[in-house]
Nanobody, 124 residues
Framework: QVQLVESGGGLVQTGGSLRLSCAASGRAFSSYTMGWFRQAPGKEREFVAAINWGSGMSTYYTASVKGRFTISRDNAKNAVYLQMNSLKPEDTAAYYC????????????????WGQGTQVTVSS
């Protein structure tokens, strides 16, 4: 069982930056693939980024955030981060941290545990 708590959301102007954090509790955090998803009002939840477990810790991004967002994890602190730079109004959404057993997936139904979400609002 894993509990996830996100933080770091807020209001920022276009072109600004935010760093989201996700604190995980429970055992074997390092064995989980961690992902970030987002959901804007009236839209479906979409994949943003993921980072594999294990020594390789491969990262994956949706096309719209590549080069602007960076996902990272600190297994010693049971934490995963999403550094968001060059933010755009279309990045406005509730951002969710998620964990899954096994390797990468960009499908939200494949994730086993979810946080409560943190709101990111980018003003134009």
């Amino acid at each position: 069982q894993v509990q996830l708590v996100e933080s770091g959301g807020g209001l920022v102007q276009t072109g600004g930056s935010l760093r989201l954090s996700c604190a995980a509790s429970g055992r074997a955090f390092s064995s989980y693939t961690m992902g970030w998803f987002r959901q804007a009002p009236g839209k479906e939840r979409e994949f943003v980024a993921a980072i594999n477990w294990g020594s390789g810790m491969s990262t994956y991004y949706t096309a719209s955030v590549k080069g602007r967002f960076t996902i990272s994890r600190d297994n010693a602190k049971n934490a995963v981060y999403l550094q968001m730079n060059s933010l755009k109004p279309e990045d406005t959404a509730a951002y969710y941290c998620a964990a899954k057993i096994g390797g990468y997936s960009g499908t939200n139904s494949r994730y086993d545990y979810w946080g409560q979400g943190t709101q990111v609002t980018v003003s134009s």
